[in-house]
C-alpha cells in the first residue's frame, strides 16, 4: 500500500507520541513530536526509526487512517524510503512511499481495507535513504503529530 500526502484532516484523535523503541539511533522527545539522531556508522542498507507497543490494542475501525508529521534531514541522498507499519500480533500492515529528503511532509496510511485494524498492537515509522546512499553524521528523523483520521485531503 502507499503512503498518501495531505493537508488537511478531519475528526481526528491524537496517539500518544511517547515511543519505546528506536532503531540505529537514539530518540529524544522534542516538544509533541520526537527526534531520533540516527546512527550514520550502521549498516546502510538498515532502516532508522521508531516503533510504539500499546499496553491495550488501539481501534483504527472509525477511524481508519494513520498519520504524522515527517521531516528527514542528513540523508546523503536527495530522497528517502519511507515506511509506516501496524501490526496486530503477527500480522503486519505496511505502506510505503519515496519522499524528497529535508521537507516537512504530512502523511497517512488506510488501514481501512486491513481485515486487523480493530487490534493493532504497535506502531513502526522507519526512514532510509533512497538508493545505496547513506546518512550523514548528525542526520535526524522527525515525528510530530501522531494521530487516527477518518479522513484527510489528498495532495
Given at each position: 500500500?502507499?503512503?498518501?500526502?495531505t493537508s488537511?484532516t478531519k475528526?481526528s484523535?491524537?496517539?500518544?507520541n511517547?515511543?519505546?523503541n528506536a532503531y540505529?539511533?537514539?530518540a529524544?522527545?522534542?516538544?509533541?513530536?520526537?527526534v531520533l539522531?540516527?546512527n550514520?556508522s550502521a549498516?546502510r542498507?538498515?532502516?532508522?526509526?521508531?516503533?510504539k507497543?500499546?499496553?491495550?490494542?488501539i481501534?483504527?475501525?472509525?477511524?481508519?487512517l494513520?498519520?504524522?508529521?515527517?521531516?528527514?534531514?542528513?540523508?546523503r541522498?536527495a530522497k528517502?524510503?519511507?515506511?509506516?507499519?501496524a501490526?496486530?500480533?503477527?500480522?503486519i500492515?505496511?505502506?510505503?512511499?519515496?519522499l524528497?529528503?529535508?521537507?516537512?511532509?504530512?502523511?497517512y496510511?488506510?488501514?481501512?481495507k486491513?481485515s486487523y485494524?480493530?487490534?493493532?498492537t504497535?506502531i513502526?515509522v522507519?526512514?532510509?535513504?533512497?538508493g545505496s546512499?547513506g546518512?550523514?553524521?548528525?542526520g535526524k528523523i522527525?515525528i510530530k503529530?501522531?494521530?487516527q483520521?477518518?479522513t484527510a485531503?489528498?495532495?
Amino acid at each position: 500500500s502507499s503512503l498518501l500526502l495531505t493537508s488537511k484532516t478531519k475528526s481526528s484523535r491524537k496517539i500518544s507520541n511517547v515511543w519505546q523503541n528506536a532503531y540505529s539511533g537514539s530518540a529524544t522527545k522534542r516538544g509533541s513530536g520526537v527526534v531520533l539522531t540516527v546512527n550514520s556508522s550502521a549498516n546502510r542498507n538498515l532502516y532508522r526509526g521508531v516503533g510504539k507497543t500499546f499496553k491495550k490494542p488501539i481501534s483504527f475501525a472509525r477511524r481508519n487512517l494513520l498519520m504524522c508529521r515527517l521531516q528527514v534531514t542528513g540523508s546523503r541522498s536527495a530522497k528517502v524510503h519511507v515506511r509506516i507499519r501496524a501490526f496486530s500480533g503477527n500480522q503486519i500492515f505496511e505502506a510505503a512511499r519515496v519522499l524528497q529528503s529535508g521537507k516537512e511532509y504530512t502523511l497517512y496510511a488506510n488501514l481501512s481495507k486491513w481485515s486487523y485494524k480493530k487490534k493493532v498492537t504497535k506502531i513502526q515509522v522507519l526512514v532510509k535513504p533512497y538508493g545505496s546512499k547513506g546518512w550523514e553524521n548528525g542526520g535526524k528523523i522527525v515525528i510530530k503529530s501522531l494521530k487516527q483520521a477518518k479522513t484527510a485531503a489528498k495532495t
